[in-house]
């Protein structure tokens, strides 16, 4: 039997147009493939908004593409792509492991994705010289992720514990919305009435840690509700020290592969300072000014998270 091409890892790839973005094989028949897939632009109204990137210049979204092989592209992702919408469509309600493994595969592949379209972006065009907004051994640090999302192409088993942590919220607007925070390896997407936050590579401490925010489960939020959550899963992401290993097994005969973890996850200290200065970015960003910072000299911090007899929802909602 002819052995399996199982993929190319990050350290022997060549990171040119004519290799796929997610197995590394040299296409065969190239085909671009949208990091934010059509059906989502289309049902969103994407296809002419612009992202902004990590050198702060934006990117209509039509145009956020990357190289794949046919196979990769028709096959596997197509297939990924169906699964999600299910769960989509049915607001990712009562998630088995398979639909968590499911998002975490797709949100996966945007995240990564749009480092790997990076790799061919100059990070000033009026001054080439500078390079390109990252480099290939700066995108060997996604080495985990991309070896989880071979999942995509083959059966993978994922031994406890799981590596990701995943937030679903309900929302009281239609608006889509989408930020990530690259260096902690976490993101959030609201489709409208329905959001999901991702942490990834934390072996499911996070949502553990943050786990008060899941009671909020079925509590319809607003966007400035929905930034503040998120504002403190991606600021304990942050936190994030002593990151897991992660060794893994591919078995030619049965096409499996295996991932296992190695060591736990260890985080500093939280700081109500650091978070709040992350918090008033979140704000700013998406055009909310409350007039100062969010930490106030007393100590106190400004929450959004108050529902309409004045309660906060996280004391509400501890049990």
Not at 13 to 33: I, P, R, Y
Not at 244 to 269: A, C, D, I, W
Request: proline share 3%; charged share 25%; net charge negative.
């Amino acid at each position: 039997m002819d052995e399996i091409k199982f993929y190319r890892n990050l350290k022997e790839e060549t990171f040119d147009v004519e290799s796929c973005f997610l197995c590394g094989q040299e296409c065969d028949s190239k085909t671009a493939e949208h990091i934010f897939p059509k059906w989502l632009q289309h049902k969103y109204d994407l296809w002419d908004k612009k992202l902004i990137i990590s050198n702060g210049t934006t990117i209509p979204y039509r145009n956020l593409t990357v190289p794949c092989c046919s196979d990769c592209n028709n096959n596997k992702l197509s297939q990924l792509e169906e699964r999600f919408k299910l769960l989509l469509d049915g607001h990712f309600e009562d998630l088995t492991f398979e639909d968590e493994k499911t998002i975490f595969q797709w949100t996966g592949k945007i995240l990564y994705a749009t480092r790997y379209l990076e790799l061919s972006l100059l990070i000033d065009r009026k001054n080439p010289d500078l390079g390109k907004i990252i480099s290939p051994k700066e995108l060997e640090s996604y080495s985990a992720l991309h070896l989880f999302l071979q999942s995509i192409r083959f059966e993978t088993k994922f031994n406890a514990p799981k590596p990701w942590s995943i937030f679903i919220f309900k929302c009281n607007d239609e608006e889509f919305f989408y930020h990530n925070l690259l260096s902690s390896l976490c993101l959030s997407m609201k489709f409208g009435s329905v959001s999901l936050t991702i942490v990834y590579e934390d072996n499911n401490t996070i949502s553990d840690f943050m786990g008060v925010f899941k009671n909020l489960r079925n509590y319809g939020i607003n966007f400035a509700q929905y930034l503040e959550i998120n504002a403190h899963i991606f600021y304990s992401a942050t936190l994030k020290e002593n990151v897991p290993k992660y060794f893994s097994h591919f078995h030619q005969e049965t096409e499996v592969l295996t991932v296992n973890t190695m060591g736990s996850l260890k985080s500093r200290r939280w700081n109500d300072k650091e978070y709040c200065l992350n918090f008033d970015y979140l704000l700013l960003s998406c055009g909310i000014d409350i007039g100062g910072s969010s930490y106030h000299k007393d100590g106190n911090i400004t929450s959004f998270l108050i529902d309409e007899n004045n309660e906060h929802l996280i004391a509400k909602n501890k049990n």
